[in-house]
C-alpha cells in the first residue's frame, strides 16, 4: 500500500512540475510581447532582393504595425480554497499510510490588473498580469481521526499570476480563455496537542509551520461587454494549482514513525493546495 501511494505521489508530482514548465514558457514568451508589444511583428526580409526597390515608396517601405490595445482594471469576487494533506507514513492515522485529509473553505479576493491584446491573423490574442489579495484558509481536525488533538490549516494571502489567452466576439459579448503561471503565498501548518494531567500544550516535534511563495499554474475563461467606448465589465472564473509540498513531523524520532513495530524516524505530510475564484472587473481601454 505505501509503495502504491508513493508511486502515485511521485507521478502527480511529475505530471505537476511539467505543467508548471509549460506554463512558464507561456509566461516568458507572453512577457516579451507585453514589454515590447510590436516585437516579430513588424514586418519581415522579403524573399525577393529586387523588393528592396520599394524603400523609394514610403508608402510601400513602411512596416504594417500591429494594433495593441492596453487595459487595467479592478476586481472583486469570492474564492474557493480546496486542499488534502496525505499522511504519506500514517503517523497520526494510526498506522494508515496514505491516509488524505481535504478541508475547505470560502472567502473573498480583490486585486488589480493590466493587460494588453493584439490582432495576429485572425485571432486576438491577449496577455494579462494581476495581483491580489484574498483571506480565504481552511483547517481540518481530522488527521488523527480518533483523538482530534491534531490540527492541518493552510492560508492563501496574497497571489500574483501572468496568463495569455486567446479571445473571440460574439455580437456586444467577447468570450476569452486563459492559462499561465501564478505565485502565491501561502501558510501550511499542523498543530499537535498533547494533554495530560497538568493541562495542554503544543508538542513541536509533531507539528509544523511553514510560509512560503509557492509556484504554479492557472486556466481561467470569462466574458466582457462594453460599457462604453473605453469602459467594460467582465465577469471571469480562474482555477490555481500550486502542487504539492512536503513537510516533516516526529524530527527528533522519539516516537514510533507508523506503528507498534515500525522504526523511530521522522515521518512525513504532502499538502496540496489549489484555488478557484469567480469575480467582477471593470476594466478601461488606453
Not at 505537476?16 to 506554463?23: I, M, T, Y
Not at 483523538?147 to 500574483?160: H, P
Request: aromatic share 8%; glycine share 12%; with cysteine.
Amino acid at each position: 500500500m505505501k509503495k502504491t501511494v508513493n508511486s502515485f505521489v511521485g507521478f502527480v508530482r511529475i505530471e505537476n512540475c511539467k505543467a508548471k514548465l509549460l506554463a512558464g514558457g507561456l509566461t516568458v514568451f507572453l512577457l516579451v510581447f507585453l514589454v515590447i508589444p510590436n516585437a516579430g511583428f513588424a514586418g519581415g526580409v522579403p524573399d525577393d532582393p529586387t523588393q528592396s526597390e520599394s524603400e523609394n515608396d514610403p508608402a510601400q517601405s513602411e512596416p504594417e504595425l500591429v494594433n495593441f490595445t492596453k487595459y487595467a482594471g479592478i476586481f472583486v469576487g469570492p474564492a474557493f480554497m480546496k486542499n488534502r494533506i496525505i499522511d504519506i507514513d500514517g503517523f497520526a492515522d494510526g498506522g494508515n499510510p496514505g491516509s488524505v485529509s481535504k478541508y475547505d473553505d470560502t472567502g473573498f479576493a480583490g486585486g488589480v490588473l493590466v493587460g494588453g491584446k493584439f490582432d495576429v491573423g485572425v485571432l486576438t490574442l491577449r496577455m494579462e498580469l494581476d495581483s491580489m489579495l484574498t483571506n480565504v484558509s481552511a483547517s481540518t481536525d481530522k488527521l488523527d481521526p480518533d483523538g482530534l488533538d491534531e490540527t492541518a490549516e493552510s492560508e492563501f494571502s496574497w497571489i500574483v499570476s501572468a496568463r495569455g489567452g486567446v479571445e473571440q466576439g460574439i455580437g456586444r459579448v467577447t468570450v476569452f480563455v486563459t492559462g499561465g503561471l501564478a505565485f502565491a503565498g501561502i501558510s501550511n501548518s499542523v498543530t499537535d496537542i498533547d494533554s495530560d494531567d497538568s493541562g495542554s500544550m503544543v508538542d513541536p516535534d509533531d507539528s509544523f509551520s511553514k510560509d512560503s511563495t509557492e509556484v504554479g499554474w492557472v486556466i481561467g475563461a470569462g466574458l466582457e461587454t462594453a460599457l462604453s467606448d473605453v469602459w467594460a465589465l467582465r465577469l471571469e472564473g480562474l482555477y490555481l494549482d500550486f502542487g504539492e509540498s512536503t513537510h516533516l513531523v516526529n524530527r527528533s524520532a522519539n516516537n514510533r514513525c507508523c506503528g507498534p513495530e515500525t522504526p523511530r524516524r521522522a515521518a512525513s505530510y504532502e499538502v496540496e493546495n489549489r484555488l478557484s475564484t469567480a469575480r467582477l472587473a471593470i476594466i478601461r481601454r488606453f
